[in-house]
């Protein structure tokens, strides 16, 4: 069966600062992986997708994944951070005839002025 | 911009009383997802169904819980009884067959 871990349950960045989320996915043929964002009091919100291809892809809001294969992972990157940034974010899995999305637990992110 | 819509936005109900959720899924998408999100479980899947019949609900309390689409248009998520432990914020989400998931912005549920 599929998995995500998302190591890092609370990360905090000054704003400017570069950053880095990590993704591990547990998944047996070639993975359809997702990041998702989630502001407070609000849905997820697709912030970019790996279907095939280039194995670095670009989302919204200046950030940026990129698919290791070999490592097993999809880091989310973004160059430097803006307050507008804090929120949770979600990497996520595709898988099944539904097209259904197996979820990591999520990664807080808290902005320091 | 299509959005998914869900209604209410809030509830505060009574245990033992029954709740209704609603979902208002893109048009054009053929798959609707129901999730529950706490801060102890995160994110579950409950329930989702393709082309309007329901493939799989297992995530689902049996007993108390309850899914539907009655039409292309609408998603219903249904707590008959309701207890305090079912407090969570509802999401649906719908998509197609690329995997992409566009969320509502949830019902937050309250039972008291």
């Known amino acids: 069966a599929q998995s995500v871990t998302q190591p890092d349950i609370h990360i905090t960045v000054s704003e400017g600062a570069s950053l880095e989320l990590r993704c591990n996915y547990s998944y047996g043929a070639t993975p359809y992986l997702f990041w998702y964002v989630q502001s407070p009091g609000q849905g997820l919100q697709l912030l970019l997708k790996y279907f095939s291809g280039d194995t670095l892809v670009q989302g919204i809001k200046g950030f940026e994944a990129e698919f290791k294969r070999s490592q097993s992972s999809f880091n989310l990157r973004k160059p430097s951070v803006h307050w507008s940034d804090a929120a949770e974010y979600f990497c996520?899995?595709?898988?099944?005839?539904?097209?259904?999305?197996?979820f990591g637990s999520g990664t807080q992110l808290t902005v320091l002025p | 911009d299509a959005r998914v819509t869900q209604t209410p936005r809030h509830k505060v109900t009574e245990m033992g009383q029954e709740v209704t959720m609603r979902c208002q899924p893109i048009?054009?998408?053929?798959?609707v997802f129901w999730y529950r999100q706490t801060m102890m479980q995160g994110l579950e899947l409950l329930a989702y169904f393709r082309n309007r019949a329901p493939l799989d609900d297992s995530g689902m309390p049996k007993d108390r819980f309850s899914a539907e689409m009655p039409d292309a248009t609408l998603a219903t998520l249904k707590i008959q009884p309701s207890e305090p432990r079912d407090s969570a914020v509802y999401f649906c989400?719908?998509?197609?067959?690329?995997?992409?998931?566009?969320f509502g912005p949830g019902t937050r549920l309250t039972v008291t």
């Open positions: 996520a899995v595709g898988s099944g005839s539904a097209r259904q999305l197996t």
């Open positions: 048009l054009g998408h053929n798959t």
């Open positions: 989400a719908s998509g197609s067959d690329n995997y992409e998931q566009y």
